[in-house]
């Protein structure tokens, strides 16, 4: 089975990336058996910020930190704020143990206004990614808002592309595995979540409410 962390770094909640994540989500769980952890940075934020360093945020904080850091496969999603991603996803991302993410995979996912905001992945995400050394999939998945109702049903072009960029998540994984490069090595010290706390069992359910950014 396979550890996925879905980070969800919009500050709304339900939200249009909420609705992109749980997309690649199904789509993933359609080819290889998966752990879902599930991190909103909207709810978890007090936890997470509460301190400007890792050492002084709470017993909470640390444990989300850890449950992205032991995940095999990152999916990673954000809504285009000032042409880049959020501040929830940079300061989450400040807080990682570098060396725990080292060969890690990680799927970028988007959505914006207009096509043109899909640059952003380029630009922005995929140098975040390098900067601590996780590899990211060649296929990223962007939404512009009207690809995603209120009510969070996607367009079948999003539902294609989702289709293809889990299937390259799970071969890439699993090339890697075989050739012995996923470089996983959990942090130091880390343990799983007492009674399962933020582990879920993989679900396509998706939200109904009326959605933003």
């Known amino acids: 089975m ?16 909420q609705h992109l994540l749980a997309e690649l989500c199904a789509a993933m769980g359609e080819s290889i058996a998966l752990e879902l952890r599930l991190i909103e940075l909207s709810e978890v934020a007090t936890d997470l910020f509460s301190a400007p360093q890792r050492c002084d945020i709470s017993a909470k904080g640390e444990s989300i930190l850890r ?3 032991n995940a095999e496969i990152l999916i990673v999603g954000t809504p285009v704020y000032r042409a880049s991603y959020t501040g929830l996803l940079k300061q989450f991302f400040d807080l990682l143990d570098e060396d725990c993410m080292k060969g890690r995979i990680a ?3 988007a959505n914006g206004e207009t096509p043109m905001h899909g640059l952003m992945l380029e630009h ?5 990614f390098s900067s601590i050394g996780i590899v990211t999939t060649s296929t990223t998945l962007f939404a512009t808002q009207h690809e995603i109702s209120d009510e969070g049903a996607l367009s079948r072009r999003l539902r294609d592309a989702a289709q293809m960029t889990a ?15 996923e470089s996983f090595s959990p942090r130091s010290g880390a343990r799983q979540d007492e009674g399962g706390r933020g582990v879920v069992s993989f679900t396509s359910k998706k939200p109904t409410s009326r ?3």
Request: charged share 15%; aromatic share 2%.
């Open 167 to 181: 299937l390259e998540a799970v071969q890439m994984y699993t090339m890697r595995s075989c050739m012995g490069l």
């Open 67 to 69: 449950q992205a850091e």
């Open 2 to 17: 396979v550890v996925v962390a879905s980070i969800n770094g919009s500050p709304h909640k339900p939200s249009r990336t």
């Open 107 to 109: 799927v970028p996912v």
């Open 124 to 128: 922005q995400m995929r140098p975040l």
């Open 211 to 213: 959605v933003s950014p």
